[in-house]
């Protein structure tokens, strides 16, 4: 059985998150394998237009998979010759979507529950599907209904090319800790190419996640929103530490590729600042976490659970860019489209963005008297260097 993917990473399929422009930023980043936000079958055989232009893909994406999502094997005889016809280089189906508006219709990790119509839908793809197509399995939809053996082999008996095993249940949603030992279990049970997926935010677990489940492959999906330059990390074996400078560099780009993709018209430009701000509750996430000092405290819980604190100390790049923060976040939205639907320069960027750290500072300060007024114990600072860490 040839390899569905073409590489051994894989953006994860994620709505919202994984639209084409930030696709296109992880292709520069050497992503070879990439998926579409997931496309409710039921929707696309309608024509909605909306989901159609789901199916499409930039120039950069060398191997790119549509997702879809749905329980009625009808569904497929329709939307898979639109999907063939779209020129995807394969069709992933979803069983793993733990979202309250997937699962009471049927779809998604119900049908974990449900191996009848899980077996319905591959029997059909096996038929109707003349482009290779996978499945994305969780480990089962509940503790004590733990069916990946079950499920990864009747993906590879009706002849999925490949299987991307998430070891959480649906219960589980994001929770606690992804078990690559799920992931063991199905590369065990089948011959078919396992990938494998779930907390992975550094180079050093991905190794690590690979050794003890020897799967083919990774999907990375938190791990890319958070630091999207992750895909050469990993391919590199090395920690990347981006300059704030740098950092900025890359939000710029991406709000350009948003702006190219949606039109730098007001409507474009609305839209471009309401996906920057929601990707800024990630991207401000990121903090550097060197193998030397991080990789042994990984061993404790993944890295990706680690909430990081606010930095208030050093550059005042550094600082605007680890705050979290809903107003900040579409603050910071606005200012990457203002700078990049006017063309202004990096330099006016950076000295826009630094002239917000003084007011975060000033935030901290009153945040620290009014707990201290309350008696409170309060967060401490720290700089980009001593990064203290809370797992939340
Ligand atoms: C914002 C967001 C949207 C997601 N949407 C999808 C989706 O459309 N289809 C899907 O199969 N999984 C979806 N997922 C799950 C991811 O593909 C992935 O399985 C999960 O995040 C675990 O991987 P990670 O720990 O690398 O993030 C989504 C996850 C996130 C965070």
């Not at 199916?55 to 998979?65: D, H, M, N, V």
């Not at 939809?141 to 649906?170: C, F, L, P, W």
Request: proline letters at 5%; glycine letters at 6%.
């Amino acid at each position: 059985m040839s390899y569905p993917w073409k590489s051994s990473v894989i953006l994860a399929p994620m709505s919202k998150g994984s639209n084409l422009p930030f696709r296109r930023l992880c292709c520069d980043f050497g992503v070879k394998t990439t998926i579409s936000e997931m496309i409710f079958a039921s929707a696309l055989a309608k024509g909605n237009r909306k989901d159609l232009a789901l199916l499409r893909r930039a120039p950069q994406e060398e191997c790119f998979g549509v997702q879809i999502l749905t329980k009625n094997p009808d569904d497929l005889d329709i939307v898979v010759p639109i999907i063939e016809e779209s020129g995807a280089d394969f069709i992933d189906l979803n069983c793993g979507c733990p979202i309250d508006e997937a699962v009471k219709r049927g779809m998604g990790a119900t049908l974990l529950d449900r191996p009848n119509r899980l077996e319905q839908l591959l029997e059909r793809m096996e038929k109707v599907c003349h482009i290779p197509f996978t499945v994305k399995l969780r480990s089962g939809y509940k503790e004590g209904h733990i069916n990946i053996k079950q499920t990864s082999k009747m993906a590879e008996d009706h002849h999925a090319s490949g299987i991307v095993v998430h070891g959480r249940t649906r219960e589980h949603r994001y929770t606690g800790t992804a078990d690559w030992n799920m992931v063991k279990l199905a590369v065990e049970t089948v011959k078919i190419p396992v990938v494998g997926n779930g907390d992975i935010l550094t180079w050093y677990e991905s190794e690590d996640r690979l050794e003890l489940s020897h799967a083919q492959g990774v999907m990375i999906g938190r791990g890319a929103l958070i630091k999207p330059w992750i895909f050469q990390e990993i391919e590199e074996k090395r920690d990347l530490n981006l300059t704030p400078q740098e950092r900025v560099e890359v939000y710029s780009r991406l709000t350009r590729y948003m702006l190219e993709h949606f039109g730098n018209d007001a409507h474009g430009q609305r839209t471009t600042s309401s996906f920057m701000s929601w990707h800024f509750d990630l991207l401000t996430r990121y903090r550097y976490l060197p193998e030397s000092s991080w990789h042994e405290k990984s061993y404790e819980h993944p890295l990706i659970q680690t909430r990081l604190n606010n930095i208030y100390e050093g550059h005042p790049l550094d600082i605007v860019l680890a705050s979290y923060g809903k107003n900040w976040r579409q603050t910071l939205g606005n200012i990457f489209v203002e700078a990049n639907a006017n063309g202004y320069s990096q330099e006016w960027l950076e000295e826009k963005l630094s002239a917000l750290a003084p007011e975060i500072i000033a935030n901290y300060q009153e945040q620290i008297k009014r707990k201290a007024e309350k008696k409170t114990t309060c967060e401490e600072p720290v700089s980009a260097n001593g990064l203290p860490y809370n797992q939340f």
